[in-house]
């Protein structure tokens, strides 16, 4: 039988013993402990999940690995290369990539009656993954795109659709300027989507693979380039890797080079300004775990001064000093066990309040959201209850140590 575990649930457990200051003090532990996990357990949802929405809105529009000409150094270039049946099999074979699909770039001039805006145009053929862009559409419905014919569809933001005032159905011209011409074409619009990304929206519009194709002045399997996804984006320099050397000694019919480039590298700011988050998570996590470790620290010392009489007559019937020490740690130990208790339930019920209804709403322009995205970990949130328990519980080893100097004779006359 574990003596001091007995003693501490006795103690623990007998409500009429809580007197004086112990109540207080030991309510204001628990809430120490429960507010600062519930906080740690918000702010780690919210950076999994903004993170996780940012870098799903980048890769939606670049795929996670792009296959381009070894040439080019800008995404819109006229170095092109021929990604035929054979080298997309090849490049989908490759363990890790789950979608291969082809794009072609072409820079142009949307115009209005009353006005006129510069995009780029990104044609995508048949095999293109939707997913993302069916997920941002506020308007309309995606045509379905091809690469042997097409019916002009344009897919734009609500960005562009608002300065040019354009909806649904309406039909706009596009002019592209050549080497020796100006090619017009008029295109309808069958969608408009919102990833309240600046970069995307004020410049992406998307079309037939076809109609990009033509403008440049390219035929069959020639386009700017692939784009590769991969199956897990944690793994994703090691997947590069295996295409980089899938590549590293293959060129296409024409000769061309090809290079892979992670998204990581196509848009280092973004990514770095995203870990960089993780730091703001360490700094809450540690001032969180400091006030929990501050409160139960208080709240101990407030409980071995009163109970010293109990203490001298545990030690007084033979309790040795680790045993009283034990007692009152196993007694810190159900102080936090119920303050984690309730911050998981404070905690979680806010991230699924929010993932669910949304109240708290963002500007969108600012943090290309408009609402706080939220994300729950379960292994995660394990880990905090296990670190929480563990560092509270290390903080406290010294000041148990209190209850081990205090005197047997002198503490039956303590009150």
Same mark, same amino acid.
């Given at each position: 039988?574990?003596?001091?575990?007995?003693?501490?649930?006795?103690?623990?457990?007998?409500?009429?013993?809580?007197?004086?200051?112990?109540?207080?003090?030991?309510?204001?532990?628990?809430?120490?402990?429960?507010?600062?996990?519930?906080?740690?357990?918000?702010?780690?949802?919210?950076?999994?999940?903004?993170?996780?929405?940012?870098?799903?809105?980048?890769?939606?529009?670049?795929?996670?690995?792009?296959?381009?000409?070894?040439?080019?150094?800008?995404?819109?270039?006229?170095?092109?290369?021929?990604?035929?049946?054979?080298?997309?099999?090849?490049?989908?074979?490759?363990?890790?990539?789950?979608?291969?699909?082809?794009?072609?770039?072409?820079?142009?001039?949307?115009?209005?009656?009353?006005?006129?805006?510069?995009?780029?145009?990104?044609?995508?053929?048949?095999?293109?993954?939707?997913?993302?862009?069916?997920?941002?559409?506020?308007?309309?419905?995606?045509?379905?795109?091809?690469?042997?014919?097409?019916?002009?569809?344009?897919?734009?933001?609500?960005?562009?659709?608002?300065?040019?005032?354009?909806?649904?159905?309406?039909? *706009?011209?596009?002019?592209?300027?050549?080497?020796?011409? *100006?090619?017009?074409?008029?295109?309808?619009?069958?969608?408009?989507?919102?990833?309240?990304?600046?970069?995307?929206?004020?410049?992406?519009?998307?079309?037939?693979?076809?109609?990009?194709?033509?403008?440049?002045?390219?035929?069959?399997?020639?386009?700017?380039?692939?784009?590769?996804?991969?199956?897990?984006?944690?793994?994703?320099?090691?997947?590069?890797?295996?295409?980089?050397?899938?590549?590293?000694?293959?060129?296409?019919?024409?000769?061309?080079?090809?290079?892979?480039?992670?998204?990581?590298?196509?848009?280092?700011?973004?990514?770095?300004?995203?870990?960089?988050?993780?730091?703001?998570?360490?700094?809450?996590?540690?001032?969180?775990?400091?006030?929990?470790?501050?409160?139960?620290?208080?709240?101990?010392?407030?409980?071995?001064?009163?109970?010293?009489?109990?203490?001298?007559?545990?030690?007084?019937?033979?309790?040795?000093?680790?045993?009283?020490?034990?007692?009152?740690?196993?007694?810190?130990?159900?102080?936090?066990?119920?303050?984690?208790?309730?911050?998981?339930?404070?905690?979680?019920?806010?991230?699924?309040?929010?993932?669910?209804?949304?109240?708290?709403?963002?500007?969108?322009?600012?943090?290309?959201?408009?609402?706080?995205?939220?994300?729950?970990?379960?292994?995660?949130?394990?880990?905090?209850?296990?670190?929480?328990?563990?560092?509270?519980?290390?903080?406290?080893?010294?000041?148990?140590?209190?209850?081990?100097?205090?005197?047997?004779?002198?503490?039956?006359?303590?009150?």
């Amino acid at each position: 039988m574990n003596f001091p575990l007995y003693i501490a649930r006795r103690i623990y457990g007998d409500e009429g013993d809580r007197r004086k200051v112990s109540r207080p003090a030991i309510r204001i532990a628990t809430i120490g402990v429960a507010i600062g996990l519930a906080v740690m357990i918000v702010t780690v949802a919210v950076v999994l999940g903004f993170k996780h929405t940012i870098r799903d809105k980048v890769v939606g529009f670049g795929s996670h690995i792009q296959i381009q000409n070894s040439l080019a150094v800008t995404p819109v270039t006229d170095h092109n290369i021929c990604l035929d049946d054979t080298l997309m099999q090849a490049l989908a074979d490759v363990q890790g990539i789950r979608h291969v699909a082809r794009y072609t770039m072409a820079q142009g001039i949307l115009k209005t009656d009353d006005d006129f805006l510069g995009v780029t145009l990104k044609g995508v053929g048949p095999e293109y993954d939707t997913a993302f862009l069916n997920d941002c559409l506020v308007e309309g419905q995606l045509p379905q795109f091809c690469d042997t014919a097409t019916n002009y569809p344009l897919v734009v933001s609500k960005t562009m659709a608002d300065k040019l005032r354009l909806s649904c159905g309406d039909r *706009v011209f596009a002019y592209f300027v050549g080497d020796e011409d *100006v090619r017009t074409r008029r295109f309808t619009i069958s969608a408009i989507y919102q990833t309240n990304m600046k970069r995307f929206d004020d410049l992406v519009c998307i079309t037939d693979l076809y109609v990009a194709q033509k403008l440049n002045g390219w035929h069959g399997d020639q386009c700017t380039g692939g784009e590769l996804l991969v199956d897990d984006f944690d793994r994703l320099q090691q997947t590069q890797r295996r295409v980089l050397a899938l590549l590293r000694d293959t060129v296409d019919r024409q000769g061309n080079r090809l290079a892979p480039q992670a998204i990581t590298d196509i848009y280092p700011q973004v990514f770095s300004w995203l870990e960089l988050l993780d730091i703001n998570v360490w700094i809450i996590l540690a001032l969180m775990v400091a006030v929990a470790g501050f409160t139960m620290v208080s709240g101990l010392l407030i409980i071995i001064l009163e109970r010293t009489q109990t203490i001298g007559i545990l030690k007084a019937l033979g309790a040795r000093n680790a045993s009283v020490r034990h007692t009152f740690l196993w007694f810190a130990v159900f102080i936090i066990g119920r303050g984690l208790l309730w911050g998981n339930i404070v905690g979680i019920a806010v991230v699924l309040l929010q993932e669910y209804t949304g109240f708290v709403k963002l500007d969108a322009q600012t943090y290309y959201v408009s609402q706080a995205p939220m994300e729950l970990s379960l292994p995660l949130v394990l880990l905090l209850n296990v670190a929480t328990l563990f560092i509270s519980v290390l903080v406290l080893i010294v000041p148990s140590y209190l209850a081990s100097r205090v005197h047997p004779a002198r503490s039956m006359r303590y009150e």
